[in-house]
């Protein structure tokens, strides 16, 4: 089965950048997307189809994908991003959507 | 506002039975497949099981298949899962997600719920 591999923690300074990897075979053929999980809340869509951000989500969050590594960056961080942040696709082998295995922020 | 509201979530004994409920509001239900997602404690998300608009598109991850079984009611609005032969391993955070189309496709989940929790344990 298909494996996204993600960091478990990134650590930033508020008004830094973050970035978040995820990483599996040639996920640069299959599109990203990326939820963000705040406890006691329920995970919200940040970006979806590599680089595209929903209604509402700040300018901040974007990401990219190529190659066997998509990436969510956090720019200008604030104490309000500290969350779990988990990639998605689907596996086309399998019929499957896939999630990663999450990495948490924690602003500094 | 779209909200998705999960109940049902219990502590259970292995073996046993539980169903747990998803109440939808803010949008056109009968448009949208809808997934259960689970997150066993200290675990990344899993996905568990999904319906399309009309029932007629089911899937289920092969962790489950045979043992739970997904459904929906339009009329109200609902979302439901039914969880037979509970395993300890079933134990975790289930969330009810609205899928973005009509059914159960490569894309993503748009809306989520703040989750049920499940526990398996004697």
């Known amino acids: 089965s298909y494996v996204l591999t993600q960091p478990p923690s990134v650590s930033v300074a508020p008004g830094q950048t973050a970035r978040i990897t995820c990483g599996g075979d040639?996920?640069?053929?299959?599109?990203v997307h990326w939820y963000q999980q705040k406890p006691g809340q329920a995970p919200a869509l940040v970006v979806y189809?590599?680089?595209d951000r929903p209604s509402g989500i700040p300018e901040r969050f974007s990401g990219s994908n190529s190659g066997n590594t998509a990436t969510l960056t956090i720019s200008r961080v604030e104490a309000g991003d500290e969350a779990d942040y988990s990639c998605?696709?689907?596996?086309?082998?399998?019929?499957?959507?896939?999630f990663g295995t999450g990495t948490k922020v924690t602003v500094l | 506002e779209v909200q998705l509201v999960e109940s049902g979530g219990d502590l259970v004994q292995p073996g046993r039975s539980l169903r747990l409920s998803c109440a939808a509001s803010?949008?056109?239900?009968?448009?949208?497949?809808m997934h259960w997602v689970r997150q066993a404690p200290g675990k990344g998300l899993e996905w568990v099981s999904g319906?399309?608009?009309?029932?007629?598109?089911?899937d289920y991850a092969d962790s489950v298949k045979g043992r739970f079984t997904i459904s929906r009611d339009n009329a109200k609005n609902s979302l439901y899962l039914q969880m037979n032969s509970l395993r300890a391993e079933d134990s975790a955070l289930y969330y009810c997600?609205?899928?973005?189309?009509?059914?159960?496709?490569?894309?993503?989940?748009?809306?989520w719920g703040q989750g049920t929790l499940v526990t398996v344990s004697s």
């Open positions: 040639n996920i640069g053929s299959k599109s």
């Open positions: 319906i399309s608009w009309n029932s007629g598109n089911i």
């Open positions: 998605q696709v689907w596996d086309s082998s399998s019929d499957r959507r896939v």
């Open positions: 997600a609205k899928e973005i189309t009509h059914d159960i496709v490569a894309t993503y989940f748009d809306y």
């Open positions: 189809d590599d680089s």
């Open positions: 803010g949008f056109t239900f009968d448009d949208y497949a």
